[in-house]
């Protein structure tokens, strides 16, 4: 099963609550309220979007977390990358070529590659703006739209 972390979804959770709010600072603890996920583990979730340059944090009474640029310029690729690391489905391709000994011989390397590199591209085409977005984002109405096309 391909799936992202826990702490992927909750960044993803975060991140929309944060664009919800435009430019309203929102503390840790606000968002934790909102949310329901444990105080510590939204600090360390915000910790590492604030080091990947996904957020902005203010000090002082009023402080708290801004998006660091507009929900439609932040990717959910940026968001899983800041999270979870590189995209990465098979282990020859997270750790690179040579890391695997069966690399010369493997049939379907070539096909990974593939996968992984559309995986990439839809996870870079969908924004934070579109995820926060009520109804059906731009992307999957166009993902519907060719699916229609094909008759399936």
Not at 75 to 91: E, H, K, R
């Amino acid at each position: 099963m391909i799936k992202t972390s826990k702490i992927a979804d909750y960044g993803m959770m975060l991140m929309g609550l944060i664009a919800a709010y435009q430019d309203r600072c929102l503390s840790a603890l606000d968002l934790a309220d909102e949310t329901h996920v444990p105080l510590p583990t939204v600090s360390k979730v915000l910790t590492l979007l604030k080091r990947a340059g996904l957020l902005k944090s203010h000090r002082g009474v009023k402080g708290g977390y801004v998006l660091a640029r507009p929900a439609r310029e932040i990717t959910v690729a940026d968001i899983v990358v800041a999270l979870d690391g590189p995209i990465a489905l098979t282990q020859c391709i997270e750790e690179g070529p040579g890391a695997c000994h069966l690399e010369p011989t493997c049939p379907s390397r070539l096909g990974w590659h593939q996968v992984n590199a559309s995986i990439q591209r839809m996870l870079t085409d969908v924004t934070l703006a579109d995820m926060a977005a009520p109804g059906p984002s731009p992307v999957a109405q166009q993902t519907e739209r060719l699916l229609n096309a094909e008759g399936r």
